[in-house]
């Protein structure tokens, strides 16, 4: 097996850097998971959680550890902490009477996600000096937190990233340690699912460039799900009960992976997924839900993935492809698919049914979000989808030659597709334009303008 084909195929790649490199991920929140799940498919050798939550579920991992319910919690109130967990809480030093294991349980699912990394989980923070024991010979810290003392302390370190995240706007900031406690952004509130899933890729860009000793701007990243691309104007998220929504899915791969995850935590109703692909072990590197599923159709194991994460949601999985004669009546339609043949015939579909359609794209160094709304310009007029599609059959020389491809623009892009599917839902307005991701530009992040109207639209 070579997970990794697709990211070599990436002029400089040097995935031996990334395997012999040690990332410490503190915080114990959503924020934590989404960077942890890209920097494990990346291949990243050694990944410390250092954590104080509750025990909660993963992804379509089996629950962990209950405090109330566990017997291995029972065992530790008498003194007998259970074998598969004693070593690592020993050597944290922070083993106490009421720890849940969340660290430990993280850790022991990135190892499943991908058997090359070597994951360790603690129970703790970083409180005081004393506490950076635990980031001995560590490369990178990846602070997920919203705490700024923690922050402050992590800092200190020279290869150091901060997400921060709550409601609707977060930051990734990745400048040299001396100079980045200006760029330092507190914020209270719970961990938005959604946003984490945009942070977590987006972080993971800046870590990869680190770990491989590449140019890193000083910007930090701002990024605001429902504004512009950089306003830091917070807003509270409405309660929207999605369970009554019904979705179409067109396409189980990199982007589809993520949409999954995303509607998954946002409890939407219903879902259709279309895609005729079998899964490959190169497929490992950035759709990352098929750990387990080589082999397999893509679009049931992807339907599995999604009850196990969200019981509440009712799936569907076509295993064909979409074409003109598919039909059905839908809330919205997600475009996850890489060619732009497929993509013209989603545009036709969703201007005759008047469904709101959102498009992503991506390649190794970013992507891209359009957006399609009954009287706004369908994607055809917006991207010559049509005209892009031809030029294509006309090389078919190339066609079928693998591209390189990496998990955290793919992340990125699919996390800011659900939440421009928020938008609409919500009556929030409508992407006025592209956004858009460079991950080699300064800022990262960036918007252009398209048409107002089509007469397709």
């Known amino acids: 097996m070579n997970r990794y084909h697709r990211q070599e195929l990436i002029d400089g790649w040097n995935q031996e850097k990334l395997r012999d490199a040690k990332v410490a991920i503190i915080g114990d929140g959503k924020l934590a998971e989404y960077v942890a799940i890209p920097l494990a498919a990346l291949g990243v050798g050694e990944i410390r959680i250092i954590g104080n939550s509750d025990s909660r579920k993963f992804l379509d991992f089996e629950d962990p550890p209950n405090a109330s319910k566990n017997t291995a919690k029972a065992r530790m109130r008498k003194g007998k902490l259970p074998k598969e967990w004693e070593t690592e809480d020993e050597k944290s030093g922070l083993i106490g009477k009421d720890m849940a294991f969340e660290p430990k349980y993280l850790a022991n699912c990135l190892e499943k996600l991908n058997s090359d990394v070597n994951a360790h989980g603690y129970r703790g923070e970083l409180a005081n000096e004393a506490s950076k024991y635990m980031l001995s010979g560590i490369d990178l810290i990846i602070d997920a937190t919203n705490d700024s003392h923690s922050k402050s302390l992590a800092s200190d370190f020279m290869n150091y990233i901060s997400i921060t995240g709550s409601g609707n706007i977060g930051m990734v900031s990745s400048k040299k340690a001396e100079k ?118 893509k679009a049931k194991t992807l339907a599995r993935k999604m009850v196990h994460m969200n019981p509440g949601v009712s799936i569907n999985a076509l295993e064909k492809k979409f074409d003109e004669s598919f039909d059905g009546n839908y809330d919205l339609i997600f475009d996850c698919v890489d060619n732009f043949a497929t993509r013209a015939l989603m545009s036709d579909f969703a201007s005759k049914k008047k469904v709101p359609l959102v498009s992503g794209g991506t390649d190794w160094k970013g992507g891209q979000v359009a957006v399609y709304v009954p009287g706004k310009a369908c994607l055809d007029c917006q991207m010559d989808l049509k005209k892009s599609a031809k030029k294509r059959d006309e090389s078919q020389s190339c066609i079928y030659a693998p591209n390189p491809s990496v998990i955290f623009t793919n992340q990125a892009i699919a996390g800011m597709m659900v939440n421009e599917a928020v938008r609409i839902f919500e009556n929030d307005g409508i992407l006025r334009g592209r956004r858009g991701y460079d991950s080699e530009m300064n800022g990262r992040l960036g918007k252009t303008d398209t048409m107002g109207e089509c007469e397709h639209g």
Not at 187 to 197: H, N
Not at 205 to 224: F, R
Request: net charge negative; glycine share 14%.
């Open 180 to 297: 980045r406690k200006e760029h330092v952004f507190s914020v209270s509130g719970e961990q938005d699912a959604t946003l984490s899933i945009v942070l977590g890729g987006l972080a993971a860009g800046e870590a990869k460039k680190m770990l491989m000793g590449e140019e890193v701007s000083e910007d930090p990243i701002i990024y605001n799900k429902f504004s512009g691309i950089d306003g830091m104007e917070k807003k509270e998220t409405n309660s929207i009960d999605y369970s009554g929504k019904r979705v179409l899915m067109v396409g189980a791969g990199a982007l589809g992976n993520f949409v999954a995850m995303g509607l998954a935590e946002i409890g939407i109703g219903k879902v259709d997924i279309i895609d005729d692909d079998t899964i490959e072990d190169t497929n490992l590197n950035r759709q990352i839900l098929y750990y387990d599923s080589v082999g397999k159709g």
